[in-house]
């Protein structure tokens, strides 16, 4: 929230509807009417066993780092620009990152979606190949499945390869 409020982006706020992981909602504003677009990512990174962060020359290496980090790093850098250059002219952007995503529930996000905090089209940096656009997600659909077994929820990123993955057995 303080690295966008430096960059210039308007009303910039933390929604503390979540107790310990707040929401970060800004606004970059036009001076003429025109569409919504959002640019979101979500602020948490897998809790898991990890060798500590560290720099190499410019490029920052760890857990984390490229899960959404570097999307909001170039967010904030994207208003930086955007401002110096006099933009939006029309419409507007509303950036939003939430928490709680790799809980399984993202419910901050639920949330922000049903007080109506959405644009007409959003932008979602989240990982992909590394040289391409991920543009396979059309959509989002939110639903629960129930699904047991012997032993503790486990992060797909620390599963051993001969655990069965139920999702990929339904």
Same mark, same amino acid.
């Given at each position: 929230a303080s690295e966008l409020t430096a !960059?210039?982006?308007? /009303?910039?706020?933390?929604?503390?509807?979540? @107790? +310990?992981? %707040?929401?970060?909602?800004?606004? &970059?504003?036009?001076?003429?009417?025109?569409?919504?677009?959002?640019?979101?990512?979500?602020?948490?990174?897998?809790?898991?066993?990890?060798?500590?962060?560290?720099?190499?020359?410019?490029?920052?290496?760890?857990?984390?780092?490229?899960?959404?980090?570097?999307?909001? !790093?170039?967010?904030? /850098?994207?208003?930086?620009?955007?401002?110096? @250059? +006099?933009? %939006?002219?029309?419409?507007?952007? &509303?950036?939003?990152?939430?928490?709680?995503?790799?809980?399984g529930g993202s419910a901050p996000l639920i949330r922000l979606i049903e007080r109506g905090i959405v644009g007409d089209a959003v932008l979602i940096g989240e990982l992909g190949s590394g040289d391409r656009l991920v543009t396979s997600s059309r959509g989002l659909d939110f639903w629960a499945i129930d699904i047991k077994r012997d032993g503790a929820a486990i992060h797909e990123t620390n599963a051993s390869i001969d655990l069965v993955d139920p999702l990929q057995v339904g």
């Open positions: !960059a210039g982006a308007d /009303e910039v706020s933390l929604d503390k509807e979540f @107790a +310990g992981s %707040p929401s970060v909602i800004a606004w &970059l504003r036009g001076s003429e009417p025109g569409p919504t677009i959002q640019w979101h990512a979500h602020l948490d990174a897998i809790a898991t066993e990890h060798p500590p962060a560290r720099r190499e020359g410019d490029l920052l290496v760890g857990r984390g780092a490229s899960d959404m980090k570097g999307a909001i !790093a170039a967010n904030v /850098e994207s208003v930086r620009l955007l401002r110096a @250059a +006099g933009l %939006p002219k029309r419409g507007q952007v &509303l950036i939003t990152y939430h928490g709680l995503h790799e809980e």
